[in-house]
């Protein structure tokens, strides 16, 4: 794959105005509080109005989604602007222009929500969907009765529709893999393999990762002629502020001490995260009897229960939500002040995708890591990773007591090891990694896709 390295703007210089947006969206922006392009944004937007393919590599937080919507946006109002000819006639059906393909629900109803906000001061009526699995097909097979100008989706969702003729893909002009990292690695190649198969051959392609693996830069070969490539990945993670403490606490401790916490802080919210399911009930459950507001928020539980928490915490109704990695992407609260690690994450990429829930939108904001005698050096993994180090504290009544490892430790081999990685997700290849290549070097795809 070939294409320009594209030199980002200085978003500081340049506004909205610059990037190529009409009025209305520009209207749109200021009605959201949004004076200057991120990083991400000043380069994408021009570069998807000009009509090219786009690889783009920004972490979380860094403004993606506005990225991709505005120049999507702009293109359809000037279809529209174009005259009745560009245009589904009175009673036709819309035809579908941009579709965006998202990996799980909660990012696609994010991206829906920027669409909606983005969309309020257009001259031209938009029609959009956001559909996914988990709820009923019906209610959206209603919806996109009329066509849509855009779709958000799922993939397995998807094809859903397609199969129930609720939807046909013949007018896409754009098409959006977000999250294109969490698209593959959630197993969705053949779905994405079907969805191709159905559009127009020649489109657009905006293709947003956090990573470049192997598996991304695959399909940006595949997929994208002479893209501008952008990658605001070190710009994403510095501008953030947080400040990050880990905790020095036994593990029967950390719930105590996360009430203590959450009382002594000041805290007005609190986004927990934990290693399981389970814990994550566990958790909410407890400090539901202290007389905290708190809910679960894991896949467990149903689209309706897990839109209903997360309204109810954006509304501040909930003081605390308990959650798996599931909202280590695509949650976006407003202002939210801090994040705790319950439990630590698999991988350094998950830690810097779960602390970027907070500090977003020029706000600050503290990430906390409990540590302990068993996962010190799982942390230390994750700060060289990041290239910092966490001083480490302990809070009086909370102390550590265990000093040494209750697990066994792995030995480091340094033939196969060199860097001291261990077992760290995401630096060693893992069990279905190897399967998935040994399968596409059969012909397979190594892997059963996951339901949308």
């Known amino acids: 794959m070939s294409g320009p390295d594209h030199a980002v703007p200085d978003p500081v210089s340049a506004g909205f105005?610059?990037?190529?947006l009409g009025p209305g969206l520009q209207q749109s922006v200021d009605e959201l509080g949004l004076s200057t392009p991120t990083p991400v944004q000043a380069a994408a937007i021009p570069a998807a109005l000009a009509g090219g393919d786009v690889l783009a590599l920004a972490q979380t937080g860094s403004?993606?989604?506005?990225?991709?919507v505005l120049p999507i946006l702009q293109q359809i109002e000037d279809a529209h602007r174009r005259g009745p000819a560009s245009r589904a006639g009175a009673g036709a059906r819309r035809p579908t222009r941009a579709l965006v393909l998202a990996p799980t629900r909660e990012l696609a109803l994010q991206i829906g929500e920027a669409i909606r906000d983005a969309s309020a001061c257009?001259?031209?009526?938009?029609?959009?969907?956001?559909?996914?699995?988990?709820?009923?097909?019906?209610?959206?097979?209603?919806?996109?009765?009329?066509?849509?100008?855009v779709v958000v989706a799922t993939p397995g969702r998807l094809l859903d529709l397609i199969d129930h003729n609720a939807l046909s893909l013949d007018g896409v002009q754009t098409l959006v893999l977000d999250e294109a990292d969490r698209l593959l690695d959630k197993g969705f190649e053949d779905e994405l393999k079907r969805v191709l198969a159905l559009l127009p051959a020649r489109r657009q392609h905006l293709l947003f990762s956090a990573t470049l693996a192997p598996e991304v830069e695959a399909l940006a070969e595949q997929l994208l002629h002479d893209p501008t490539r952008i990658d605001v990945r070190a710009e994403a993670v510095s501008v953030p502020d947080i400040h990050q403490r880990a905790i020095q606490v036994d593990a029967a401790q950390r719930t105590p001490l996360l009430r203590h916490l959450i009382q002594t802080e000041g805290w007005r919210q609190v986004l927990v995260f934990v290693a399981t399911r389970h814990a994550c009930d566990m958790v909410a459950l407890k400090l539901q009897r202290h007389g905290i507001r708190a809910a679960?928020?894991?896949?467990?539980?149903?689209?309706?229960?897990r839109r209903e928490v997360l309204q109810a915490f954006k509304a501040g109704e909930l003081q605390v939500v308990v959650a798996t990695d599931l909202a280590a992407r695509?949650?976006?609260?407003?202002?939210?002040?801090?994040?705790?690690?319950h439990d630590l994450p698999r991988s350094p990429d998950d830690h810097l995708h779960r602390i970027g829930r907070t500090a977003r939108a020029g706000h600050s904001g503290v990430a906390v890591s409990f540590v302990n005698a068993d996962n010190e050096a799982h942390f230390r993994l994750i700060e060289k990773r990041q290239g910092l180090r966490v001083p480490r504290e302990q809070v009086p009544g909370f102390e550590m007591k265990q000093t040494a490892p209750t697990k066994p430790q792995p030995l480091r081999n340094p033939l196969t090891d060199p860097d001291g990685t261990g077992g760290i997700k995401g630096k060693r290849k893992s069990k279905k990694d190897k399967l998935r290549e040994a399968a596409a070097a059969g012909g397979g795809t190594g892997s059963d896709p996951h339901a949308a």
């Not at 105005?17 to 190529?20: K, R, T, W, Y």
């Not at 949650?331 to 939210?336: D, G, N, R």
């Open 122 to 149: 257009l001259n031209a009526p938009l029609r959009w969907g956001c559909v996914f699995g988990g709820v009923s097909i019906n209610a959206q097979m209603m919806g996109l009765r009329g066509g849509a100008d």
């Open 330 to 341: 695509g949650l976006h609260v407003e202002a939210l002040p801090a994040v705790v690690n």
């Open 63 to 68: 403004g993606k989604t506005l990225a991709f």
């Open 296 to 305: 679960a928020f894991h896949a467990d539980a149903s689209q309706t229960a």
């Open 17 to 20: 105005a610059e990037l190529g």
